[in-house]
C-alpha cells in the first residue's frame, strides 16, 4: 500500500490540533469547553481529533470562550475551510468591571427584526445561553433564529431593563390608579 497519508488521518486535524492546544493551555476538560459552547463533550472530542468539522457558529463560540488573538482565530478560522472574509472583526471590549478585555465582536450581516414564539435559555458556570426559536417550516420543529450569549451580570441587567421597559409601556400603567370603591361597585 505505498500511500503517504497516515492511516488515522482526517480531514481537519490540524484545526482539531490547534483546538485542543487551546483547550489544554487554558487548563480546561472537554467538559468545560463543550458546556461552555453547548455541545456535548464527544462532539468537542471529535472535532480536536479532526473528525469533525465544527460549524461557523461553534468556531466563534470556541474563539470567543478561547479569547483568542486575531492572528490564532484567523487560522482557526482558514483551518475549517470557511472564507476570511467572514471572520469577525477581533476587539476590544470592556467587561462588567471596565477592564479591557480582548473579545470577537460579531457584524450582523442581517438587521431585518425576527419575531420569535419561544426561547431556551441555559446557565452554566460561564455565562447565560439564550437561543430564540421559532415554530413552523416544514418538519414543524423549533428553529434557532438567533443565539446571544453573555456574563450572568450582563442578563441581570439585560432583566431589569427589560422589566422597566415592559413596565413602561404596559397598559395598566398607564391607566390612573383603580380605587377599592370603584371596583366593589362594578362587581
Known amino acids: 500500500m505505498g500511500m503517504n497519508t497516515p492511516k488515522n ?8 490540533t490547534q483546538l485542543k492546544r ?17 455541545i456535548d463533550p464527544e462532539t468537542l472530542n471529535a472535532i480536536e481529533e479532526g473528525i469533525e468539522r465544527p460549524g461557523e457558529d461553534i468556531l466563534l463560540l470556541l474563539i470567543s470562550h478561547f479569547a483568542t488573538k486575531e ?12 472564507s476570511h472574509e467572514e471572520l469577525p472583526v477581533q476587539n476590544v471590549v470592556n467587561d ?18 425576527v419575531y420569535t414564539d419561544m426561547v431556551h ?12 426559536m421559532q415554530t413552523g417550516g416544514p418538519s414543524s420543529q423549533p428553529l434557532a433564529v438567533a443565539r446571544v450569549g ?20 404596559d397598559p395598566k400603567s398607564l391607566r390612573p390608579e383603580s380605587n377599592p370603591k370603584q371596583e366593589k361597585n362594578e362587581q
Do not use: C
Not at 435559555?121 to 430564540?132: A, E, L, R, S
Not at 450572568?152 to 413602561?168: C, F, G, P
Open 9 to 16: 488521518h482526517h480531514p481537519f486535524e490540524p484545526l482539531g
Open 22 to 38: 487551546l483547550r489544554e493551555k487554558h487548563q480546561q476538560s472537554l467538559a468545560e469547553v463543550s458546556g461552555a459552547v453547548e
Open 71 to 82: 492572528d490564532v482565530a484567523t487560522k482557526l478560522w482558514e483551518l475549517a475551510g470557511y
Open 96 to 113: 462588567v468591571h471596565g477592564k479591557a478585555q480582548n473579545g470577537v465582536v460579531v457584524l450582523p450581516a442581517d438587521a431585518r427584526i
Open 121 to 132: 435559555v441555559m446557565v452554566n458556570n460561564y455565562g447565560v445561553v439564550m437561543n430564540f
Open 150 to 169: 453573555m456574563s450572568r451580570e450582563h442578563a441581570k441587567s439585560v432583566l431589569e431593563v427589560l422589566q422597566k421597559t415592559l413596565n413602561l409601556h
